[in-house]
């Protein structure tokens, strides 16, 4: 669970809660090298086709009411 509250001063807040986070089915296209070492203390990281589902309950509310969403 992830309740949090970002406030830009003298501007608007917005508090929000995050419950039930699932990761579904992710993939990457196994034909593309991940990471390649290249030279002195370097890399590079790399994918290809990245597909997958992130699911969650959600709420949020801004001060001042602009805004309020729940799903």
Do not use: H
Not at 18 to 42: C, M
């Amino acid at each position: 669970m992830i309740n949090r509250t970002i406030t830009i001063p003298d501007l608007i807040s917005v508090t929000f809660n995050l419950t039930d986070l699932k990761f579904e089915g992710f993939s990457i296209d196994p034909s593309v090298s991940l990471i390649d070492l290249v030279g002195d203390n370097q890399a590079t990281f790399a994918f290809k086709d990245f597909k997958g589902k992130i699911l969650a309950n959600y709420m949020y509310v801004t001060d001042p009411p602009l805004l309020a969403d729940i799903g």
